[in-house]
């Protein structure tokens, strides 16, 4: 027997809810629906999805807040779907600790991207609980050894500097992912070092200048404007 992945739609526009409906269902997901925050509050309780698909605008609260409260005591992915386009909406979601951010209008296909990825994530959390990576982590021509700690370009070492290769590591980690430049400066520079892009900036300056054919157009990380970066998926 198939095991479907079950995904609650919170949602209070009753239009976009049913498309998402008809569109998961179409892709094999089983779908469970909330129009408020207290409906979504129950089903995430009483349900256990292995998606939410959160939007921010509902009739009883900010959907921030229940995202903030499932992170609390759950790792459940949650992909936060809004109008608010804002970067810095976008940044306070994921800080939450939201798994994605997509903003409205946006594509099927990527929307069915991010759903798989988040669902990857999560396996992925399981079976690897102390989080060190291992193995090879390879899209094109670019490959990550994490257990050599070095980054591989059409088989050649490309020579990253060791806050460098930590920050490639770090996004291979969760590819796919948008990971915020916040996130990234704590985990590289340590809780301390102030929020300050610069430093960030010039290092993935280096990073594309080793790793993209043309660092202008990148192939392997690209930048979200105003949020962060995020890596290309493994093939
Ligand atoms: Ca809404």
Known sequence: MEIKDRILVVEDDKRIGNFFRTVLEANHYDVIMAQTGAEAYSLITSQCPDVVLLDLGLPDMDGMKILKSVREWSAMPVIVVSARTHERDKVEALDLGADDYITKPFGTSELLARIRTAIRHTRTAC???????SGLFVS?????DYDKHRVYKEGKDVGL??????IVSLLG???GKVMTYDYIIKEIWGP????DNRILRVNMANIRRKIEKNPAEPQYIFTEVGVGYRIVEPD
Do not use: H, R
């Not at 079976?127 to 990576?133: E, K, L, T, V, Y």
């Open 127 to 133: 079976f690897n609980q102390n989080g060190a990576a």
């Open 140 to 144: 094109g021509d670019l490959t990550i």
């Open 161 to 166: 500097t060791q806050n460098e290769y930590k």
């Open 173 to 175: 980690k969760y590819a």
């Open 192 to 195: 301390n070092m102030k929020s």
